[in-house]
Protein backbone atom coordinates (compact mmCIF):
# COMPACT_ATOMS: atom_id res chain seq x y z
CA UNK A 1 0.00 0.00 0.00
CA UNK A 2 2.60 2.36 0.79
CA UNK A 3 4.65 1.24 -2.24
CA UNK A 4 1.54 2.64 -4.50
CA UNK A 5 0.93 5.73 -2.84
CA UNK A 6 4.78 6.08 -3.18
CA UNK A 7 4.18 5.56 -7.35
CA UNK A 8 0.99 8.04 -7.06
CA UNK A 9 3.00 10.65 -5.79
CA UNK A 10 6.00 10.44 -8.29
CA UNK A 11 3.29 10.82 -10.57
CA UNK A 12 1.58 13.84 -9.61
CA UNK A 13 5.05 15.60 -8.93
CA UNK A 14 5.92 14.59 -12.67
CA UNK A 15 2.61 15.76 -14.08
CA UNK A 16 3.39 19.05 -11.65
CA UNK A 17 6.27 19.36 -13.37
CA UNK A 18 5.31 19.31 -16.96
CA UNK A 19 2.86 21.58 -16.42
CA UNK A 20 5.17 24.01 -15.18
CA UNK A 21 7.54 22.92 -18.00
CA UNK A 22 4.60 24.02 -20.69
CA UNK A 23 3.71 27.04 -18.70
CA UNK A 24 7.48 28.33 -19.28
CA UNK A 25 7.75 27.05 -22.37
CA UNK A 26 4.47 28.86 -23.58
CA UNK A 27 6.12 31.73 -21.87
CA UNK A 28 9.03 31.83 -23.95
CA UNK A 29 7.31 31.10 -27.34
CA UNK A 30 5.24 34.57 -25.96
CA UNK A 31 8.12 36.37 -25.84
CA UNK A 32 9.87 34.83 -28.52
CA UNK A 33 6.20 35.91 -30.80
CA UNK A 34 5.28 38.83 -29.24
CA UNK A 35 5.34 40.87 -32.42
CA UNK A 36 2.87 38.39 -34.30
CA UNK A 37 0.45 39.79 -31.67
CA UNK A 38 1.08 43.71 -32.17
CA UNK A 39 -1.45 45.41 -34.44
CA UNK A 40 0.23 48.12 -37.08
CA UNK A 41 -0.63 51.56 -36.22
CA UNK A 42 -0.15 53.74 -39.03
CA UNK A 43 -2.46 57.02 -37.99
CA UNK A 44 -3.14 60.31 -39.40
CA UNK A 45 -0.56 63.04 -37.79
CA UNK A 46 -2.26 66.21 -35.63
CA UNK A 47 -1.23 69.39 -35.10
CA UNK A 48 -2.84 71.40 -32.58
CA UNK A 49 -2.13 75.05 -31.62
CA UNK A 50 -2.24 74.20 -28.10
CA UNK A 51 -1.61 70.52 -27.38
CA UNK A 52 -3.33 70.76 -23.53
CA UNK A 53 -6.68 70.78 -25.62
CA UNK A 54 -5.66 68.14 -27.98
CA UNK A 55 -7.91 65.36 -27.13
CA UNK A 56 -6.35 62.77 -25.49
CA UNK A 57 -8.44 59.83 -23.79
CA UNK A 58 -6.46 58.00 -20.90
CA UNK A 59 -7.56 55.03 -19.13
CA UNK A 60 -9.88 55.15 -15.95
CA UNK A 61 -9.43 53.60 -12.69
CA UNK A 62 -12.58 51.10 -12.11
CA UNK A 63 -12.69 49.61 -15.70
CA UNK A 64 -11.45 46.74 -17.25
CA UNK A 65 -8.12 47.29 -18.90
CA UNK A 66 -8.18 46.29 -23.05
CA UNK A 67 -6.22 47.10 -26.04
CA UNK A 68 -9.31 48.52 -28.09
CA UNK A 69 -13.02 47.30 -26.34
CA UNK A 70 -14.32 50.04 -25.35
CA UNK A 71 -17.69 48.17 -24.05
CA UNK A 72 -19.54 48.91 -21.15
CA UNK A 73 -17.19 48.71 -18.34
CA UNK A 74 -13.67 48.76 -20.53
CA UNK A 75 -10.90 51.13 -20.61
CA UNK A 76 -9.24 50.73 -23.75
CA UNK A 77 -5.15 52.23 -23.70
CA UNK A 78 -5.15 52.09 -27.62
CA UNK A 79 -7.15 55.01 -28.07
CA UNK A 80 -4.63 57.22 -26.12
CA UNK A 81 -1.60 55.52 -27.25
CA UNK A 82 -3.31 56.43 -30.88
CA UNK A 83 -3.73 59.71 -30.16
CA UNK A 84 0.14 60.22 -28.67
CA UNK A 85 1.22 59.10 -32.12
CA UNK A 86 -0.36 61.48 -33.94
CA UNK A 87 0.62 64.38 -31.99
CA UNK A 88 3.95 63.03 -32.32
CA UNK A 89 3.61 62.85 -36.07
CA UNK A 90 2.33 66.09 -36.43
CA UNK A 91 5.47 67.24 -34.40
CA UNK A 92 7.80 65.38 -36.49
CA UNK A 93 5.85 67.09 -39.91
CA UNK A 94 5.76 70.65 -38.59
CA UNK A 95 9.33 70.71 -37.31
CA UNK A 96 11.42 68.09 -39.88
CA UNK A 97 8.74 67.32 -42.47
CA UNK A 98 10.62 64.36 -44.18
CA UNK A 99 7.74 62.84 -44.68
CA UNK A 100 6.06 62.65 -48.05
CA UNK A 101 3.39 65.25 -47.64
CA UNK A 102 4.34 66.55 -44.34
CA UNK A 103 3.03 69.89 -43.32
CA UNK A 104 5.58 72.21 -41.90
CA UNK A 105 4.64 74.76 -39.74
CA UNK A 106 6.32 78.38 -38.81
CA UNK A 107 7.96 79.04 -35.34
CA UNK A 108 6.97 82.18 -33.54
CA UNK A 109 10.45 82.84 -32.08
CA UNK A 110 13.56 80.93 -32.08
CA UNK A 111 15.77 81.30 -29.35
CA UNK A 112 19.74 79.57 -28.85
CA UNK A 113 21.97 80.29 -26.23
CA UNK A 114 24.30 77.38 -26.11
CA UNK A 115 22.73 75.61 -23.38
CA UNK A 116 19.10 74.97 -23.37
CA UNK A 117 16.60 74.72 -21.07
CA UNK A 118 16.35 78.42 -20.01
CA UNK A 119 12.93 80.56 -20.24
CA UNK A 120 12.90 82.88 -23.08
CA UNK A 121 10.93 86.65 -23.24
CA UNK A 122 12.15 86.61 -26.61
CA UNK A 123 10.20 88.67 -28.54
CA UNK A 124 7.57 86.87 -31.75
CA UNK A 125 9.52 87.04 -35.01
CA UNK A 126 12.89 87.25 -34.37
CA UNK A 127 15.80 84.96 -34.15
CA UNK A 128 18.42 85.13 -31.19
CA UNK A 129 21.83 83.15 -31.14
CA UNK A 130 24.43 83.80 -28.24
CA UNK A 131 27.20 82.12 -26.64
CA UNK A 132 28.63 83.40 -23.13
CA UNK A 133 30.47 86.10 -25.23
CA UNK A 134 28.73 86.89 -28.35
CA UNK A 135 25.25 86.92 -29.61
CA UNK A 136 23.23 88.27 -32.24
CA UNK A 137 19.45 89.00 -33.03
CA UNK A 138 17.55 89.11 -35.94
CA UNK A 139 14.08 90.47 -36.52
CA UNK A 140 12.08 91.43 -39.83
CA UNK A 141 13.61 94.83 -39.40
CA UNK A 142 17.10 94.40 -38.64
CA UNK A 143 20.04 91.97 -37.80
CA UNK A 144 22.55 92.71 -34.90
CA UNK A 145 26.11 90.67 -34.03
CA UNK A 146 27.34 91.94 -30.49
CA UNK A 147 29.89 91.08 -27.90
CA UNK A 148 28.02 90.51 -24.56
CA UNK A 149 30.93 89.90 -22.13
CA UNK A 150 32.30 92.31 -21.67
CA UNK A 151 30.02 94.99 -23.95
CA UNK A 152 31.80 96.10 -27.05
CA UNK A 153 31.87 95.87 -30.91
CA UNK A 154 28.23 95.97 -32.63
CA UNK A 155 27.09 96.21 -36.11
CA UNK A 156 23.55 96.74 -37.18
CA UNK A 157 21.99 95.89 -40.54
CA UNK A 158 18.74 97.92 -41.50
CA UNK A 159 16.69 98.14 -44.31
CA UNK A 160 18.48 101.58 -44.75
CA UNK A 161 22.40 101.04 -43.55
CA UNK A 162 25.02 99.03 -42.23
CA UNK A 163 26.33 100.62 -38.43
CA UNK A 164 29.65 100.08 -36.82
CA UNK A 165 29.37 100.52 -33.01
CA UNK A 166 32.48 100.66 -30.96
CA UNK A 167 34.63 99.80 -34.18
CA UNK A 168 37.89 100.03 -31.42
CA UNK A 169 36.51 96.84 -29.48
CA UNK A 170 34.79 95.92 -32.73
CA UNK A 171 37.75 95.48 -34.66
CA UNK A 172 36.59 97.84 -37.49
CA UNK A 173 39.75 99.97 -37.41
CA UNK A 174 42.52 97.46 -37.48
CA UNK A 175 46.37 98.64 -37.33
CA UNK A 176 47.14 100.24 -40.57
CA UNK A 177 49.59 97.21 -41.41
CA UNK A 178 47.20 94.06 -40.94
CA UNK A 179 45.99 92.29 -43.72
CA UNK A 180 42.85 92.28 -44.49
CA UNK A 181 41.08 91.30 -48.06
CA UNK A 182 37.41 91.25 -49.62
CA UNK A 183 36.08 92.95 -46.25
CA UNK A 184 33.67 95.78 -45.64
CA UNK A 185 34.45 97.41 -42.26
CA UNK A 186 34.54 101.12 -41.11
CA UNK A 187 38.28 101.44 -41.59
CA UNK A 188 37.90 100.65 -45.62
CA UNK A 189 34.96 102.81 -46.34
CA UNK A 190 34.25 106.52 -47.09
CA UNK A 191 33.33 108.54 -44.84
CA UNK A 192 32.88 111.65 -46.86
CA UNK A 193 32.06 112.10 -50.54
CA UNK A 194 30.45 115.39 -52.06
CA UNK A 195 30.08 117.23 -55.15
CA UNK A 196 30.41 120.90 -55.66
CA UNK A 197 30.52 123.32 -58.43
CA UNK A 198 30.75 127.18 -58.27
CA UNK A 199 29.14 129.56 -60.71
CA UNK A 200 29.19 133.38 -60.65
CA UNK A 201 30.78 133.70 -57.47
CA UNK A 202 28.33 131.28 -55.18
CA UNK A 203 28.98 127.55 -54.37
CA UNK A 204 26.62 125.01 -54.77
CA UNK A 205 26.54 121.82 -52.52
CA UNK A 206 24.78 119.67 -54.73
CA UNK A 207 25.10 116.11 -53.05
CA UNK A 208 27.34 113.89 -50.91
CA UNK A 209 27.81 112.29 -47.54
CA UNK A 210 29.16 113.32 -44.26
CA UNK A 211 29.09 117.26 -45.25
CA UNK A 212 27.30 119.64 -43.54
CA UNK A 213 28.04 122.90 -45.39
CA UNK A 214 30.92 123.91 -48.19
CA UNK A 215 32.11 127.24 -48.49
CA UNK A 216 34.36 129.77 -51.08
CA UNK A 217 37.92 130.88 -49.23
CA UNK A 218 39.56 132.17 -47.70
CA UNK A 219 41.56 133.81 -50.83
CA UNK A 220 41.11 130.80 -53.77
CA UNK A 221 40.40 128.07 -51.59
CA UNK A 222 37.15 125.92 -51.08
CA UNK A 223 35.98 124.53 -47.50
CA UNK A 224 34.26 121.75 -46.51
CA UNK A 225 32.94 121.16 -43.48
CA UNK A 226 32.26 117.39 -42.37
CA UNK A 227 29.36 116.57 -39.94
CA UNK A 228 31.27 113.64 -38.43
CA UNK A 229 35.23 114.45 -37.68
CA UNK A 230 37.89 112.42 -38.44
CA UNK A 231 40.15 111.09 -35.33
CA UNK A 232 43.22 113.03 -36.30
CA UNK A 233 44.37 114.53 -39.88
CA UNK A 234 46.45 111.52 -40.97
CA UNK A 235 43.03 110.97 -43.06
CA UNK A 236 43.58 111.17 -47.19
CA UNK A 237 41.41 113.05 -49.22
CA UNK A 238 40.63 112.32 -53.12
CA UNK A 239 40.26 115.45 -55.30
CA UNK A 240 40.98 115.02 -59.19
CA UNK A 241 41.23 118.07 -61.32
CA UNK A 242 37.86 120.06 -61.45
CA UNK A 243 36.57 120.86 -64.64
CA UNK A 244 36.54 124.43 -65.41
CA UNK A 245 34.84 126.76 -67.53
CA UNK A 246 36.30 125.82 -71.12
CA UNK A 247 36.09 123.10 -69.76
CA UNK A 248 39.06 123.26 -69.09
CA UNK A 249 41.46 121.14 -66.28
CA UNK A 250 41.58 123.00 -62.73
CA UNK A 251 43.72 121.40 -60.07
CA UNK A 252 43.47 121.76 -56.69
CA UNK A 253 46.21 120.87 -53.66
CA UNK A 254 45.12 119.57 -50.30
CA UNK A 255 48.20 121.58 -48.05
CA UNK A 256 48.79 119.23 -45.25
CA UNK A 257 48.58 122.58 -42.79
CA UNK A 258 44.35 122.62 -44.28
CA UNK A 259 43.57 119.36 -42.81
CA UNK A 260 41.44 119.48 -39.99
CA UNK A 261 39.80 116.92 -37.92
CA UNK A 262 36.63 118.74 -38.83
CA UNK A 263 36.85 120.19 -42.03
CA UNK A 264 39.25 120.55 -45.27
CA UNK A 265 40.53 123.07 -47.57
CA UNK A 266 41.29 122.61 -51.71
CA UNK A 267 43.75 125.40 -52.68
CA UNK A 268 43.44 126.44 -56.84
CA UNK A 269 45.82 128.06 -59.05
CA UNK A 270 42.62 130.53 -59.86
CA UNK A 271 40.17 132.43 -57.85
CA UNK A 272 36.90 129.91 -57.14
CA UNK A 273 34.80 133.16 -56.55
CA UNK A 274 35.80 134.49 -60.50
CA UNK A 275 36.27 130.98 -61.68
CA UNK A 276 33.05 128.14 -62.31
CA UNK A 277 34.58 124.91 -61.65
CA UNK A 278 32.89 121.24 -60.63
CA UNK A 279 35.03 119.54 -58.09
CA UNK A 280 34.54 115.83 -56.60
CA UNK A 281 36.28 115.21 -53.36
CA UNK A 282 36.62 111.59 -51.55
CA UNK A 283 37.84 111.22 -48.04
CA UNK A 284 39.01 107.90 -46.16
CA UNK A 285 40.44 107.92 -42.66
CA UNK A 286 39.20 106.46 -38.79
CA UNK A 287 36.50 107.37 -36.98
CA UNK A 288 36.99 105.65 -34.16
CA UNK A 289 33.27 105.26 -32.13
Known sequence: MIARLG??????LAALAAIVLAWIGLGIREAVSADADLQQYNGSPSFFTDTTAAPTLLPRDGKRITADSNAVGSAPVNRSLKQIKDLVSGLHDAT?????????????????????????????????????????????????????????????LTKKELKFINTADGGGNPLKTAPNSNKVMPLNSAKVWVSISTSGGVIFHNDGYNVTSVAIGPGNKITINFASAFDNTLYACIAPPATGVG?????????????MVGSVKITYGVN???????????????QTT
Open 7 to 12: AHKHKL
Open 96 to 156: IGSRTGAVRRTYKALDVDGAGGNVSSLAAGTIRTATANDGSVMDPTFLTVFKIDPMGGEAT
Open 247 to 259: PAAVTGVIDPADK
Open 272 to 286: PAVTDIDQYVVCFGR
